[in-house]
């Protein structure tokens, strides 16, 4: 499958975006799909992840009740909506595939993913 992530953004503190996740292939609701961000300096964090098929969610603590992700099967995408965004959320978000069968404690693991988007920037000023 190959992704491509969009919908970075510079937002003030407090602010809204949306970053999308299209998938080309296999439909995406066969795949658990993850996004983690990675601030300058700092190492690839995990953010949010939608489990194949059943589309159960885990999110980071810190993003807890500020962020959302869902899947559009229609449009083979996959989103994560980022509500009161904080200067500290600024990062290049990544989204990310796997077609194996995780337990819920592999979701935050980077290998655990085979397939990678570009990346998309998120800026947020306080």
């Known amino acids: 499958v190959q992704l491509q992530a969009s919908g970075g953004g510079l937002v003030q503190a407090g602010g809204s975006l949306r970053v999308s996740c299209e998938a080309s292939?296999?439909?995406?609701?066969?795949?658990?799909v993850a996004w983690f961000r990675q601030a300058p300096g700092k190492e690839r964090e995990f953010v949010s992840a939608i489990r194949r098929y059943s589309g159960s969610t885990v999110y980071l603590n810190s993003v807890k009740g500020r962020f959302t992700i869902s899947r559009d099967v229609a449009k083979n995408t996959v989103y994560l909506q980022m509500n009161s965004l904080r200067p500290e959320d600024t990062a290049v978000y990544y989204c990310?595939?796997?077609?194996?069968?995780?337990?819920?404690?592999?979701?935050?693991?980077?290998?655990?993913?085979?397939?990678w988007g570009q990346g998309t920037l998120v800026t947020v000023s306080s």
């Open positions: 292939g296999r439909t995406v609701s066969s795949y658990n």
């Open positions: 990310a595939a796997s077609s194996r069968g995780l337990i819920v404690g592999r979701l935050g693991d980077v290998p655990a993913y085979d397939f």
